[in-house]
């Protein structure tokens, strides 16, 4: 469910479970931090979401999450980007991933290697750090939902 597109459709219930579950995701995946000894990211904002949800729980989602990362060889120095996280459920299994990521063509640091270890941090723990995040908001989709029944 795009959160855009329920509020467009007129339908009252898409439209209100929509809202409830963008608030959701921004108050808990705003301000995850993650990284490596090289590189620190921390998620600043949820830019869209799509969510499939099954009759209970959410099973898919498809997130785009603004980010802000620093590297410790460049202090002061910050970038802001946007992570793509997908989350798929197949045979009772929640699979989450970092997908994709972005970053601006011009960046404040000196070198392509602090661009390099920002992505390696994005990619090799921020979906960690996010996926214990996540169980709680697919949790408090189902008990939404039983209240929604």
Same mark, same amino acid.
């Given at each position: 469910?795009?959160?855009?597109?329920?509020? +467009?459709?007129?339908?009252?219930? /898409?439209?209100?479970? @929509?809202?409830?579950?963008?608030?959701?995701?921004? &108050? #808990? $995946?705003?301000?995850?931090?993650? !990284?490596?000894?090289?590189?620190?990211?921390?998620?600043?904002?949820?830019?869209?979401?799509?969510?499939?949800? !099954?009759?209970?729980?959410?099973?898919?989602?498809?997130?785009?999450?603004?980010?802000? /990362?620093? %590297?410790?060889?460049?202090? !002061?120095?910050?970038?802001?980007?946007? @992570?793509?996280?997908?989350? +798929?459920?197949?045979? @009772?299994?929640? $699979?989450?991933?970092?997908?994709?990521?972005?970053?601006?063509? %011009?960046?404040?640091?000196?070198?392509? &290697? =602090? *661009?390099?270890?920002?992505?390696? @941090?994005?990619? #090799?723990?921020?979906? =960690?750090?996010?996926?214990?995040?996540?169980?709680?908001?697919?949790?408090?989709?189902?008990? %939404? =939902? *039983?209240? *929604? $029944?």
């Amino acid at each position: 469910m795009d959160f855009d597109a329920a509020a +467009k459709t007129g339908d009252q219930d /898409a439209a209100a479970w @929509a809202e409830w579950m963008k608030d959701e995701l921004t &108050q #808990q $995946m705003v301000g995850v931090t993650a !990284g490596t000894s090289r590189a620190t990211v921390r998620t600043v904002g949820v830019h869209d979401a799509k969510v499939i949800k !099954g009759p209970i729980r959410a099973v898919a989602l498809d997130i785009m999450l603004e980010l802000e /990362a620093t %590297h410790v060889k460049e202090a !002061g120095k910050k970038v802001n980007g946007i @992570a793509r996280l997908v989350l +798929k459920t197949e045979d @009772a299994l929640d $699979m989450l991933r970092v997908v994709e990521v972005q970053w601006p063509e %011009h960046h404040p640091f000196s070198h392509q &290697q =602090s *661009m390099d270890d920002i992505t390696f @941090a994005v990619q #090799q723990t921020l979906d =960690s750090a996010l996926a214990a995040v996540l169980n709680n908001v697919l949790w408090n989709v189902e008990r %939404h =939902s *039983m209240d *929604m $029944m």
